[in-house]
């Protein structure tokens, strides 16, 4: 892993991973990222603070993750949806304030710009939103724990399924599964 700042443009598009700061499948995300590999992690600030509650792995990405921290008041690396460097954008896990400021058309920080700039530049998006089931268990820093979601909460989730070229997960599984297909279009787009 190495900072992005001074990036050249990659040869081909890339998958770009935008990190909030929820504990849903965090571990699980992870793990998911580090069998993909090669890809631009966009990291919130909150993903930076909570990162080490969830992951005692001082070195949580692997090699050939390129990342893009959020330090600058204009987001200035979502240039990169501009020029074509990524073919997906995933957002996983998604908070449920993230969800909300997105369905709003809020973009006041790099995870949520990364989004507005993904929706204008027609890249598709996966996002696996934590606010999906009415009840669900899920992990906190101090183990597992049971929510139930605010109908405001559900209701913004619903709300994203409708944007263009969005699709919403509600598990780990299709998140897996929408995040392969996604690969294997890319793949067979740049043959």
């Known amino acids: 892993m190495h900072d992005a700042d001074d990036e050249l443009q990659p040869e081909g598009k890339r998958l770009a991973w935008a990190l909030t700061?929820?504990?849903?499948?965090?571990?699980?995300?992870?793990?998911?990222?580090?069998?993909?590999?090669e890809m631009d992690v966009f990291l919130s600030k909150a993903a930076a603070e909570v990162i080490f509650l969830y992951t005692k792995d001082r070195e949580p990405f692997p090699a050939g993750i390129r990342l893009i921290k959020d330090t600058s008041a204009s987001a200035a690396p979502v240039?990169?949806?501009y020029h074509g460097w990524y073919h997906t954008l995933v957002?996983?896990?998604?908070?449920?304030n993230t969800v909300a400021k997105c369905v709003a058309g809020i973009s006041?920080?790099?995870?949520?710009?990364v989004f507005a700039q993904a929706g204008?530049?027609?890249?598709?998006?996966?996002?696996?939103?934590?606010?999906?089931?009415?009840?669900?268990?899920?992990?906190?820093?101090?183990?597992?724990?049971?929510?139930?979601?605010?109908r405001?909460?559900?209701?913004?989730?619903?709300?994203?399924?409708?944007?263009?070229?969005?699709?919403?997960v509600e598990d780990m599984a299709a998140l897996e599964q929408a995040v392969m297909a996604r690969l294997d279009a890319a793949a067979v787009t740049s043959l």
């Open 21 to 37: 700061g929820s504990g849903h499948d965090f571990v699980e995300c992870l793990e998911l990222m580090r069998r993909i590999g």
């Open 79 to 81: 240039g990169r949806f």
């Open 91 to 96: 957002m996983a896990p998604a908070t449920s």
């Open 108 to 113: 006041d920080n790099l995870v949520t710009n």
């Open 120 to 150: 204008k530049c027609r890249v598709p998006i996966i996002v696996y939103a934590c606010d999906t089931k009415p009840v669900h268990d899920t992990m906190a820093p101090g183990g597992m724990v049971r929510l139930w979601p605010r």
């Open 152 to 168: 405001v909460d559900l209701e913004n989730t619903e709300r994203l399924r409708a944007f263009d070229a969005t699709t919403v």
